[in-house]
């Protein structure tokens, strides 16, 4: 099968999801995950501009430009939902009410350090937004991102290099080839893909590697990658 795409990841990220859950989906990837929960459970999604209960995106005839999620997508409604105002979005974020917040990054340290903004990205500037809300107040923070950068280099680090979005906070990390719990002994591999062994996993990695006593294979059905 290869490397997981962005869709497989999120796949593989919302299996992890449980009945009755609160989450925010970050912008990038993690919006994909709405749409692979699994069937049965009741997963309601918060938007931080201020949806609790966000739908799937609306279709082309049917969207409404005054109904979009953070990132300006137009969205829907999922029965039972509603709107508040952005105060009282972030008043529950920073109470702590959000079980996971699912973000992007682009360093995870091995004691869960979080780095998902680079201000020296051009055009962007320190835009880290509500993400240090979310890192800093959810119950759990899960990352999903690529497991190496576009060069090769690691983004699974004893540090990061980059400015911090929150530390200490991050919890699990689905990849491309590898869900990784963070502990407070470091990384402990869950799953890895087959094509990628062992050695070859810790030396993509720039922090040492546990792997669990259960560690499996990471599968992922066949999913079209994002256009």
Request: hydrophobic share 50%.
């Amino acid at each position: 099968m290869g490397v997981l795409n962005r869709r497989q990841i999120a796949w593989r990220a919302a299996q992890d999801f449980w009945d009755g859950m609160l989450v925010n989906l970050g912008l990038g990837m993690p919006v994909n995950c709405s749409d692979y929960v699994r069937a049965g459970l009741e997963v309601v999604v918060q938007s931080e501009n201020g949806i609790i209960g966000m739908g799937p995106l609306a279709a082309a005839e049917a969207a409404d430009a005054d109904l979009v999620d953070a990132g300006s997508r137009r969205v829907t409604i999922a029965p039972g939902g509603t709107v508040i105002d952005s105060a009282w979005s972030f008043a529950m974020i920073r109470g702590g009410h959000i079980d996971v917040t699912v973000l992007g990054a682009f360093e995870v340290a091995a004691n869960g350090d979080l780095a998902n903004w680079d201000s020296r990205i051009p055009d962007k500037g320190p835009l880290v937004g509500g993400a240090m809300d979310l890192a800093a107040s959810a119950k759990a923070v899960w990352v999903m991102m690529e497991h190496n950068t576009r060069s090769g280099g690691a983004r699974l680090l004893e540090a990061c290099t980059l400015p911090l979005t929150a530390p200490g906070c991050v919890k699990r990390i689905y990849t491309d080839i590898a869900v990784i719990e963070v502990t407070q002994a470091g990384f402990v591999v869950l799953e890895v893909i087959e094509e990628v062994s062992r050695a070859a996993l810790q030396a993509r990695t720039g922090a040492p590697l546990r792997f669990a006593a259960a560690c499996g294979v990471l599968r992922a059905p066949d999913i079209a990658d994002e256009e």
